[in-house]
């Protein structure tokens, strides 16, 4: 698959059919990660993959939000306007602990900190933190192109006192999200894709 071609496929879906993706495929797409530009050349990251449903079970502090009512009352006080940035919530919210659960791999990747995170001292401390992201967008596009897609989801404190309480990960390491991949189900829901012309986003030399 082309590299615009995977670009376009990347589409982040919630309904996983229930395939598991094998181990070769999973070192592919975690190597594409690997080739992320990073800040420091070491490209310190780390990849828990929780493939054991029983093991997600334990590691997944989670419920998913299924009252519609609950949801609207949530987008209405984050000031959100938009119908399709309201639908996208609509189809994300009652699925945050069935997406991850039922994706074919779960991945959890993790970054060296250097200080941290939420007490930046200037804008290059977050670094690693922006370097980890390249990775992981990496990873989504690497996915895209073997038919895989997927979703992540950035955790809550408690959710990240759990996680290091369960898998033990060292103190100096930050998960910044979960990385859910799978291949789609028959019937998984897309959120309508914001239309933006580029043009309207484009300055020359100035704002």
């Known amino acids: 698959m082309e590299l615009y071609e995977a670009i376009e496929k990347r589409r982040t879906i919630r309904d996983f059919a229930d395939k598991p993706i094998d181990a070769e495929t999973v070192k592919r797409i975690l190597s594409a ?3 992320a530009p990073t800040n420091n050349h070491l490209r310190q990251w780390e990849f828990v993959i929780i493939n054991d449903k029983k093991e997600r079970s334990r590691v997944l502090n989670l419920k998913d939000m299924t009252d519609p009512e609950d949801c609207d009352k949530m987008l209405d006080g984050f000031g959100m306007t ?9 189809i994300a919210m009652p699925k ?3 997406m991850l659960y039922n994706a074919g791999c779960l991945i959890l990747p993790f970054f060296k900190l250097r200080e941290p995170l939420l007490q930046p001292t200037c804008l290059s401390s977050l670094n690693e933190f922006a370097s980890i992201w390249c990775c992981i967008e990496n990873i989504l596009l690497a996915a895209a192109s073997e038919g895989i897609l997927g979703v992540t989801r950035i955790p809550m404190t408690e959710e990240l006192e759990h996680i290091q309480k369960t898998i033990n990960h060292p103190d100096d390491y ?32 100035k704002w």
Do not use: T, W
Request: net charge positive.
């Open 96 to 98: 945050q602990f069935s």
């Open 82 to 90: 938009d119908a399709d940035q309201r639908g996208m919530y609509h």
């Open 174 to 205: 930050a998960m910044p999200c979960y990385i859910a991949l799978g291949y789609p189900d028959r019937d998984a829901k897309l959120p309508v894709q914001k239309v933006i012309k580029v043009e309207s986003r484009m300055h020359f030399n």
């Open 33 to 35: 990660g690997l080739k």
